[in-house]
């Protein structure tokens, strides 16, 4: 993770050169006492000294986003000093004060201290404003601590997180308490559980609260999940903080045993609940689909997880920073009742997950002490001789420690690395501020005895055990402690409200050694580590590919793949593709066959040609423009015949890739398939696009004997709901990525082709193409890279040019679902993290081809 150098840094280093500048100009009598100017330049000159002292001490992470902006724009007026009065100051202009690289400014053609005469001199308007930003910067770097020790408004909002008063918290810990009681008449009780055990004792449902903050928290508070008692199954709840006064009339108030009513019916929804101080907690009437189904049985605990799953800089960053947070929200409520340790922090694994299979969510959760009697954990011992004088810190801090290095050993945590991790300090720092109690004691008030003396008073002027010392505790942790881990997690990971990231668990120690040759050993930059990120679909795409191509480099291996993209042309100035004209091949107008370049006026070709790019960047780009816009095609049926004809002979594509369809098939078309088919002896891959209308049948050419059909999956690889009907009575089908575009791609298309970035099977069919080339590519190396008993592995890839040969590959790299086993969603990221080596792979491929006689 890198941090690009915060604003107030900067502005520090600058402001310090600046202020020395300007002294040094009134030293030299360059401005005189008389000079209108010269008060205001003095001024300046203080506050920008003063400025650097306050921020030369503050570390990054206390600069809120409010100081943050005035340090940017205190910048930007900063530089204006420089500039003569003919220059610009607006936003165009640069921040790095250029001036002070060298002697004189060669820009201007004038030395720094002239350009500041000037600047006092000429521009007293511009001068003062500059002074009355920076008396505010100080303002706010200077202003007093609030008494009460609450965080301000902003600084709540800065964590994204609802803040819940403690009478609240502990309100609905009580409600929760009472209604998790089990009632048995209200259950149907398997043999391991009878109804007179839990009438004998107060027994309660199990109840988790959820540590950490999802993406649509703003529309309620708090999320706990309750099981049945033998925790054979979990049921979420939002639950919702309501104005006093606020009323639903569909709302159902819950008292003892609420819970096991709802339990009963084993909802597979997240549902709602409402609490108020009127009504106290009742269930909504709504719900939501849930995102996550959760296993059965207790989960792993925090201390399991660090023992035997991995975790990354960025999870342990995310992991603590939730947890910190959620233990500075309820820092002094009941759920202090119970240590905060890696024994009672639980995660919940998932069933039935297809994309994340053998991985664990690294959302935390924590047991609700219901039946823990109320004491909860004290927040100051007042003896002396204790090496930790406040055991809640203690305890975080510990929990903190085991999550940096999964050990309680602090000198060790310092020591280790975390993958080049190169802010691993602030994390470091944290930890450490949190194992000094001192840090968290109110120093001791000095005071005047008779003799008039400074004496140290024996007892400190806040109450180290009184309400307003446990706010002062509460405040030092979150600015000691959770804003840092904030700083790092959004600032340094951009992590955003919602994001929770996958673990898998340690490769197993006694597994045998890898074949000894080093080529078949795995990759470290194509593993896909800890978990595969369904967003990043295109960017791992774009992984593979590029191994891909640095291994044919290696193996100086000439393995040129040509993609004609048959389409609405190519916008050849769009700024994406500006230094990559070389990956383009002759085209073809068809449209417009006098063009001496190639046009596209729609955009749908455009973002073909981009997607293709990202994917496949090693690949050669043929385009062939055969319609003006998509509905045009109907009409240039005649167009798209010979653009086939014209790609297979004069093109030589080995790809020839169709993102549209017709709903009736077309006979020239057809012959023109075959024809190039017959030429080429099969050696050309045909896609198409298998249709958008969930209410038609297959397009054509899509369901050519001759051509691949692509339909179109989200990220997830869930195929679409608007993908057509297969015309092939049940038999198995093809499809990949057709939703879910990178917000940097949609970004590049909104301003010129605004509409373009649509979801469908055109997509797809051109992300299918951008892996059908990487694929031709990887097996071309592969015969350079592996042998198998003696026999070369080019033997088994020399069909594999052809459709069918493809459409066996494509099927290998799919992440079979047993529940829908007619759907095959290409997942490249899968297969290159399930095979991480070439033997691997190579042994996959030679199977999949085995039955078409190609070994």
Same mark, same amino acid.
């Given at each position: 993770?890198?941090?690009?150098?915060?604003?107030?840094?900067?502005?520090?280093?600058?402001?310090?050169?600046?202020?020395?500048?300007?002294?040094?100009?009134?030293?030299?009598?360059?401005?005189?006492?008389?000079?209108?100017?010269?008060?205001?330049?003095?001024?300046?000159?203080?506050?920008?000294?003063?400025?650097?002292?306050?921020?030369?001490?503050?570390?990054?992470?206390?600069?809120?986003?409010?100081?943050?902006?005035?340090?940017?724009?205190?910048?930007?007026?900063?530089?204006?000093?420089?500039?003569?009065?003919?220059?610009?100051?607006?936003?165009?202009?640069?921040?790095?004060?250029?001036?002070?690289?060298?002697?004189?400014?060669?820009?201007?053609?004038?030395?720094?201290?002239?350009?500041?005469?000037?600047?006092?001199?000429?521009?007293?308007?511009?001068?003062?404003?500059?002074?009355?930003?920076?008396?505010?910067?100080?303002?706010?770097?200077?202003?007093?601590?609030?008494?009460?020790?609450?965080?301000?408004?902003?600084?709540?909002?800065?964590?994204?997180?609802?803040?819940?008063?403690?009478?609240?918290?502990?309100?609905?810990?009580?409600?929760?308490?009472?209604?998790?009681?089990?009632?048995?008449?209200?259950?149907?009780?398997?043999?391991?559980?009878?109804?007179?055990?839990?009438?004998?004792?107060?027994?309660?449902?199990?109840?988790?609260?959820?540590?950490?903050?999802?993406?649509?928290?703003?529309?309620?508070? &708090?999320?706990?999940?309750?099981?049945?008692?033998?925790?054979?199954?979990?049921?979420? =709840?939002?639950?919702?903080?309501?104005?006093?006064?606020?009323?639903?009339?569909?709302?159902?108030?819950?008292?003892?045993?609420?819970?096991?009513?709802?339990?009963?019916?084993?909802?597979?929804?997240?549902?709602?609940?409402?609490?108020?101080?009127?009504?106290?907690?009742?269930?909504?009437?709504?719900?939501?689909?849930?995102?996550? =189904?959760?296993?059965?049985?207790?989960?792993?605990?925090?201390?399991?997880?660090?023992?035997?799953?991995?975790?990354?800089?960025?999870?342990?960053?995310?992991?603590?920073?939730?947890?910190?947070?959620?233990?500075?929200?309820?820092?002094?409520?009941?759920?202090?009742?119970?240590?905060?340790?890696?024994?009672?922090?639980? =995660?919940?694994?998932?069933?039935?997950?297809?994309?994340?299979?053998?991985?664990?969510?690294?959302?935390?959760?924590?047991?609700?002490?219901?039946?823990?009697?109320?004491?909860?954990?004290?927040?100051?011992?007042?003896?002396?001789?204790?090496?930790?004088?406040?055991?809640?810190?203690?305890?975080?801090?510990?929990?903190?420690?085991?999550?940096?290095?999964?050990?309680?050993?602090?000198?060790?945590? @310092?020591?280790?690395?975390?993958?080049?991790?190169?802010?691993?300090?602030? =994390?470091?720092?944290?930890?450490?501020?949190?194992?000094?109690?001192?840090?968290?004691?109110?120093?001791?008030?000095?005071?005047?005895?008779?003799?008039?003396?400074?004496?140290?008073?024996?007892?400190?002027?806040?109450?180290?055990?009184?309400?307003?010392?446990?706010?002062?505790?509460?405040?030092?942790?979150?600015?000691?402690?959770?804003?840092?881990?904030?700083?790092?997690?959004?600032?340094?990971?951009? !992590?955003?409200?919602?994001?929770?990231?996958?673990?898998?668990?340690?490769?197993?120690?006694?597994?045998?050694?890898?074949?000894?040759?080093?080529?078949?050993?795995?990759?470290?930059?194509?593993?896909?580590?800890?978990?595969?990120?369904?967003?990043?679909?295109?960017?791992?795409?774009?992984?593979?590919?590029?191994?891909?191509?640095?291994?044919?480099?290696?193996?100086?291996?000439?393995?040129?793949?040509?993609?004609?993209?048959?389409?609405?042309?190519?916008?050849?100035?769009?700024?994406?593709?500006?230094?990559?004209?070389?990956?383009?091949?002759?085209?073809?107008?068809?449209?417009?066959?006098?063009?001496?370049?190639?046009?596209?006026?729609?955009?749908?070709?455009?973002?073909?040609?981009?997607?293709?790019? !990202?994917?496949?960047?090693?690949?050669?780009?043929?385009?062939?423009?055969?319609?003006?816009?998509?509905?045009?095609?109907?009409?240039?049926?005649?167009?798209?015949?010979?653009?086939?004809?014209?790609?297979?002979?004069?093109?030589?594509?080995?790809?020839?890739?169709?993102?549209?369809?017709?709903?009736?098939?077309?006979?020239?078309?057809?012959?023109? &398939?075959?024809?190039?088919?017959?030429?080429?002896?099969?050696?050309?891959?045909?896609?198409?696009?298998?249709?958008?209308?969930?209410?038609?049948?297959?397009?054509?050419?899509?369901?050519?004997?001759?051509? &691949?059909?692509?339909?179109?999956?989200?990220?997830?690889?869930?195929?679409?709901?608007?993908?057509?009907?297969?015309?092939?009575?049940?038999?198995?089908?093809?499809?990949?990525?057709?939703?879910? &575009?990178?917000?940097?791609?949609?970004?590049?298309?909104?301003?010129?082709?605004?509409?373009?970035?649509?979801?469908?099977?055109?997509?797809?069919?051109?992300?299918?193409?951008?892996?059908?080339?990487?694929?031709?590519?990887?097996?071309?190396?592969?015969?350079?890279?592996?042998?198998?008993?003696?026999?070369?592995?080019?033997?088994?890839?020399?069909?594999?040019?052809?459709?069918?040969?493809?459409?066996?590959?494509?099927?290998?790299?799919?992440?079979?679902?047993? @529940?829908?086993?007619?759907?095959?969603?290409?997942?490249?990221?899968?297969?290159?993290?399930?095979?991480?080596?070439?033997?691997?792979?190579?042994?996959?491929?030679?199977?999949?081809?085995?039955?078409?006689?190609?070994?």
């Amino acid at each position: 993770m890198t941090i690009d150098e915060p604003i107030s840094i900067l502005l520090s280093s600058h402001a310090a050169k600046l202020s020395e500048a300007i002294f040094g100009v009134l030293a030299k009598g360059r401005l005189k006492p008389s000079d209108l100017g010269y008060k205001v330049a003095n001024d300046i000159a203080v506050r920008l000294y003063l400025i650097n002292t306050y921020l030369d001490s503050l570390p990054p992470y206390w600069i809120e986003l409010d100081v943050e902006q005035l340090c940017h724009s205190i910048l930007r007026d900063l530089q204006a000093t420089t500039q003569p009065a003919k220059e610009s100051t607006s936003a165009a202009l640069h921040i790095n004060l250029p001036f002070f690289k060298s002697p004189f400014n060669q820009k201007n053609q004038s030395d720094p201290e002239t350009c500041l005469v000037a600047f006092f001199k000429t521009r007293i308007e511009n001068a003062r404003g500059l002074e009355f930003a920076c008396d505010d910067l100080i303002g706010m770097l200077t202003k007093e601590e609030n008494n009460t020790d609450e965080l301000s408004e902003y600084a709540q909002q800065h964590l994204d997180i609802p803040f819940i008063s403690d009478d609240d918290n502990d309100t609905i810990f009580k409600a929760l308490q009472h209604i998790t009681q089990c009632e048995p008449a209200s259950h149907e009780f398997s043999s391991t559980i009878s109804p007179s055990e839990l009438e004998s004792q107060a027994i309660r449902h199990p109840a988790r609260l959820c540590l950490h903050d999802l993406p649509d928290s703003t529309s309620y508070n &708090i999320l706990v999940l309750i099981s049945a008692i033998d925790m054979a199954l979990w049921q979420e =709840f939002c639950l919702k903080i309501q104005p006093k006064s606020s009323s639903d009339d569909g709302q159902e108030l819950l008292g003892r045993g609420g819970f096991c009513r709802i339990l009963e019916r084993e909802i597979t929804a997240r549902l709602f609940l409402s609490f108020n101080y009127d009504t106290n907690l009742s269930l909504l009437n709504e719900s939501q689909v849930l995102k996550q =189904f959760l296993q059965a049985g207790p989960g792993q605990s925090l201390k399991s997880i660090l023992r035997h799953y991995d975790l990354t800089p960025k999870d342990k960053v995310m992991l603590s920073y939730a947890l910190a947070r959620s233990y500075w929200q309820y820092y002094d409520s009941e759920l202090l009742r119970i240590k905060w340790t890696s024994d009672t922090i639980w =995660f919940m694994p998932e069933k039935e997950s297809i994309e994340h299979e053998g991985q664990l969510p690294l959302c935390a959760y924590l047991s609700l002490p219901f039946d823990i009697p109320g004491n909860i954990t004290p927040d100051i011992i007042t003896e002396a001789l204790m090496n930790h004088r406040c055991p809640r810190i203690f305890d975080i801090g510990i929990l903190l420690l085991e999550i940096g290095l999964a050990t309680d050993e602090l000198v060790e945590l @310092e020591k280790g690395h975390w993958d080049g991790f190169t802010n691993k300090n602030y =994390f470091d720092r944290a930890v450490k501020f949190c194992l000094n109690s001192e840090n968290f004691i109110p120093p001791s008030k000095p005071v005047k005895p008779f003799r008039g003396s400074v004496k140290l008073s024996s007892e400190p002027t806040t109450a180290l055990d009184s309400r307003a010392g446990i706010l002062a505790r509460r405040k030092i942790f979150y600015k000691n402690v959770v804003r840092p881990l904030a700083w790092l997690a959004k600032r340094g990971f951009r !992590v955003q409200a919602g994001d929770i990231t996958y673990v898998r668990k340690k490769p197993d120690s006694s597994i045998p050694e890898e074949v000894s040759d080093p080529i078949a050993q795995p990759e470290p930059g194509a593993l896909f580590h800890s978990a595969i990120d369904s967003r990043m679909w295109l960017q791992d795409l774009k992984r593979i590919s590029e191994q891909v191509e640095r291994k044919r480099r290696a193996c100086k291996v000439a393995a040129q793949v040509r993609i004609a993209i048959l389409d609405t042309g190519c916008d050849e100035d769009f700024i994406a593709f500006q230094g990559r004209k070389e990956q383009f091949a002759m085209g073809k107008d068809f449209v417009n066959p006098g063009a001496t370049t190639m046009t596209d006026s729609f955009g749908h070709g455009t973002l073909m040609v981009r997607l293709i790019m !990202v994917c496949a960047p090693g690949a050669e780009i043929q385009v062939v423009r055969v319609a003006e816009n998509t509905k045009m095609l109907e009409k240039n049926r005649e167009n798209i015949k010979e653009a086939i004809l014209w790609a297979g002979r004069t093109g030589k594509a080995d790809i020839i890739s169709m993102s549209f369809g017709f709903a009736f098939d077309d006979q020239g078309i057809h012959e023109a &398939i075959e024809t190039v088919q017959k030429e080429r002896q099969g050696d050309v891959i045909f896609l198409a696009s298998a249709g958008n209308s969930s209410t038609d049948n297959e397009s054509f050419p899509a369901r050519h004997h001759a051509v &691949i059909s692509v339909y179109a999956t989200n990220r997830h690889g869930t195929f679409l709901p608007s993908n057509s009907a297969s015309t092939t009575n049940g038999a198995a089908v093809l499809g990949t990525y057709g939703d879910d &575009i990178p917000d940097y791609i949609r970004e590049e298309f909104r301003t010129t082709y605004p509409d373009v970035c649509q979801p469908g099977s055109s997509v797809a069919t051109a992300i299918m193409a951008g892996i059908s080339a990487t694929m031709l590519i990887y097996t071309t190396i592969l015969p350079s890279l592996v042998s198998l008993q003696g026999k070369p592995a080019s033997s088994a890839f020399q069909r594999l040019r052809t459709t069918k040969g493809m459409e066996k590959i494509l099927y290998r790299l799919v992440q079979q679902v047993p @529940e829908h086993p007619r759907l095959n969603a290409v997942k490249p990221a899968w297969f290159w993290k399930s095979r991480p080596n070439d033997m691997s792979r190579c042994m996959a491929f030679c199977d999949a081809l085995a039955d078409l006689g190609l070994s």
